[in-house]
């Protein structure tokens, strides 16, 4: 159990995170986030080799394409140009893999999400969401490069993100 200290410092964000996924084909995950997962396309932009070998991010430059969720949150995804970038292993199950092993969406309706994905032959790693907690069910899936993605339905959202409820 982790104890609360008192907080001396915080990031002062100005939006929701981001978070960012690499990957060797653009368009076919396009395709799965914006119409599979109905995420919408806001962006899309190119930058030069010059520019991302001054940011540390590739010798060759990049695409990167900027979607976003119902909710606000943005999944963004690069590809670098020229050199693809070196594939993960796709696991067998999902905390085998070290790091940042999975994106979550917190959802309604993951029985009907669940039947929308396996239409779309999405892979999934259980045929049906798992009641994980009482009332609290997940379900995971990995998108066409094979980054796990969680969705989870919870009974009242209001006791797990008071902060979110008014």
Excluded at 71 to 94: H, M, S, T
Aim: with cysteine.
């Amino acid at each position: 159990m982790v104890k609360k200290a008192a907080q001396s410092w915080s990031l002062k964000m100005t939006t929701p995170l981001e978070s960012g996924i690499v990957c060797n084909d653009i368009e076919q995950m396009l395709k799965f986030y914006v119409d599979v997962l109905g995420l919408r396309l806001v962006a899309d932009a190119s930058t030069t080799p010059e520019l991302s070998r001054r940011l540390g991010s590739t010798p060759h430059g990049y695409r990167i394409v900027r979607l976003q969720t119902p909710y606000g949150e943005r999944i963004k995804l690069v590809q670098p140009a020229k050199q693809p970038p070196k594939p993960n292993p796709v696991p067998e199950w999902l905390y085998e893999r070290h790091g940042i092993a999975y994106l979550t969406f917190v959802i309604d309706g993951i029985k009907r999400v669940a039947k929308h994905l396996k239409e779309h032959g999405v892979k999934l790693t259980s045929d049906e969401p798992i009641e994980v907690r009482n009332g609290v069910f997940a379900l995971y899936a990995t998108d066409p490069e094979g980054n796990f993605i969680e969705f989870v339905e919870y009974p009242d959202i209001a006791s797990y993100r008071p902060d979110l409820v008014k």
